[in-house]
Every structure is written in structure tokens, then in C-alpha cells.
């Protein structure tokens, strides 16, 4: 089973402050990196499809990076709004075309 | 419009009895996945299909069964032999390059309750 791992499991911060969050996978035989908002009462929906080593993406106040050598992306929420609140999943693209998710990461944004 | 459908949103279940999914998509899409999710954990991989009349196993795969029979459906059937069958199922799809599958799009999910 492909481990892709998220941290933390969740986090509670003020409007305003940014933050970031992690996901790390098998760096071996790397295809791509998947990154989803989910939020309550919704379907996840893609925030980044992402699949070269340094790749940086950026989405209006979010954005990720990406290492593939070392196994790791981050997600970074820069100046949090309450609308941010949701489950952040990442997911590992393989070359059968499976898609695995990471547990995810909550974030609660407090007004 | 255009997207992926999966119905009932609520099913209920007695113990012993099969019961199917329903996952319908007008994407085009060649790539279709189901997975599971329980309270406090992520997103588990039960079945998926690169094209129709082909599928693989997941890492969560006993007890459930699939067909893919047309491009646009891809229904599970969670047989009587699934333990703890009681989740809420999400069905996804997409296309795929030679990178892997591209941004996958989702479904409203199926809260099913074995009673």
C-alpha cells in the first residue's frame, strides 16, 4: 500500500494568520501530486495538479511546492479567511492511473 | 452541465443484503475511482478503472464489487461479505496523461447505513 502521509492532522488559526501544511510520499517512481479542498457539505474539488521536482503553483492566497527527490509538498494559505475552512487532501498520481489520498489536514479559520 | 452524478445521496441497508452504488459521469472521462471514507480518516481507494471493461483493485477492495460497462458508469455493489460496510462512499473521475490521472472531479457521495 502507497503511504502518503499529511500533517498535522488539523489546525486552528486566526483570520489573518497564514499557514502552511505538509505531505509526504514514496519519492520513487514519481508521477504526480495531487492537491483538494473539501469543504463541509460539498465534493472536494483540485486546488493544484502538480508534477515536476521545484514545481510552484499558486491560486489566488494559496499556493504549493513541490520536492520530489525528497518526498514532500507543501501547502501554504497565506493571510487565512473563515471561507478557507475545509479538509486539505493531497493525493499521489501512479502510472496505472490510481490515485491515492492522504488522510488530510483540517483547518478551522476563526473570525 | 456537465458532471458526475452518484445517487442515492442516503441509503440504508439491512445486514445480509447486497446493495449498489449508483456513479454516472458526462466528462468523458476515461478514469473512474470509488472510495470510502470513515469518520477521523481520509479518503480510502476501493476500486478504480482506466477504461471501460477494465478495473483493478484498491487497497480496500473485499466485499465490494464493481463493472464498468459503459464510459460514462461505474457502479459498486457492497456485497454481504463487507464487514463494516457502513461509510460514506465517494465516486471521482478523470482523464490521465503520461504523467498519471488528471485533477479528478467528484460526486455528492452516498451516505450508506447498514440497519
Sequence with gaps: ILNVEQSP???HVQEGDSTNFTCSFPSSNFYALHWYRWE????PEAL???TLNGDEKKKGRISATLNTKEGY???YIKGSQPEDSATYLCALGGA???LIFGTGTLLAVQP | DGGITQSPKYLFRKEGQNVTLSCEQNLNHDAMYWYRQDPGQGLRLIYYSQIVNDFQKGDIAEGYSVSREKKESFPLTVTSAQKNPTAFYLCASSTYTDRGPTEAFFGQGTRLTVV
Design chain 1, 73 to 75: 509538498s507543501y501547502l
Design chain 1, 9 to 11: 492532522q488539523s489546525l
Design chain 1, 48 to 50: 493544484f495538479v502538480m
Design chain 1, 40 to 43: 463541509t457539505a460539498k465534493s
Design chain 1, 96 to 98: 496505472t492511473n490510481k
